[in-house]
């Protein structure tokens, strides 16, 4: 199993341009999130996922998409890209047994510029 | 309601010494509370969680006190090594639902050989 991956690993965005970050996980987990970490600001949640077709926001959603059209993958998008939402995102997925426990994937740095 | 307040925001031990790390909360329904482990470039994973039926557990040297009356829980980290350096993340959540879990900020854990 590779668990949780996300595409890309970095990228820089100019100011008011889009993009989508990739998550896709292979756990068959129901559960998926996303967090966005800032240097001593821990993990905040932007969106989260209980099953395919169905999102809900998290903490910190102003400025984020997502869609959940198959277990498997569960893409955030950004519109409009603003030099705010520079940080490390994180993927997480969790399920079956252990529905608490959440595997994080590698991240994506993003700047905007 | 739904913070979880993370002390020190970084500590230096010595080789064979032992880290501790406090975490707050005010939610009574919060009732899984995990420490995560993130190296640096690499997402967070689980390092040990409890539930507030027991008042410790432990893992090799890794050990969570629980003190619910108290709303406090703490990670203790038995004979140090280099290699435990890294940041370490405590976090609540209430079972049922969309199982979100709510981090603290973060503690940068620096082990001195």
């Known amino acids: 199993n590779a668990g949780v991956t996300q595409t890309p690993k970095f990228r820089i965005l100019k100011i008011g341009q889009s993009m989508t970050l990739q998550c896709t996980q292979d756990?068959?987990?129901?559960?998926m999130y996303w967090y966005r970490q800032d240097p001593g600001m821990g993990l905040k949640l932007i969106y989260y996922?209980?099953?395919?077709?169905?999102?809900d926001k998290g903490e910190v959603p102003n400025g984020y998409n997502v869609s959940r059209s198959t277990t498997e993958d569960f893409p955030l998008r950004l519109e409009l890209a603003a030099p705010s939402q520079t940080s490390v995102y994180f993927c997480?997925?969790?399920?079956?047994?252990?529905?608490?426990?959440?595997?994080f994937g590698p991240g994506t740095r993003l700047t905007v510029l | 309601q739904q913070q979880v307040k993370q002390s020190p925001q970084s500590l230096i031990v010595q080789k064979g010494g032992i880290s501790i790390i406090n975490c707050a909360y005010e939610n009574t329904a919060f009732d899984y509370f995990p420490w995560y482990q993130q190296f640096p470039g690499k997402g967070p994973a689980l390092l040990i969680a409890?539930?507030?039926?027991?008042s410790e557990k432990k893992e090799g040297r890794f050990t969570i006190s629980f003190n619910k009356s108290a709303k406090q829980f703490s990670l203790h980290i038995m004979d140090s090594q280099p290699g435990d350096s890294a940041t370490y993340f405590c976090?609540?959540?209430?079972?049922?639902?969309?199982?979100?879990?709510?981090f603290g900020k973060g503690t940068k854990l620096t082990v001195n050989p």
């Open positions: 976090a609540a959540a209430s079972q049922g639902g969309s199982e979100k879990l709510v």
């Open positions: 756990m068959n987990h129901n559960y």
């Open positions: 997480a997925s969790s399920g079956k047994p252990q529905r608490n426990e959440q595997f």
């Open positions: 996922s209980v099953g395919a077709g169905i999102t």
């Open positions: 409890i539930r507030p039926d027991v």
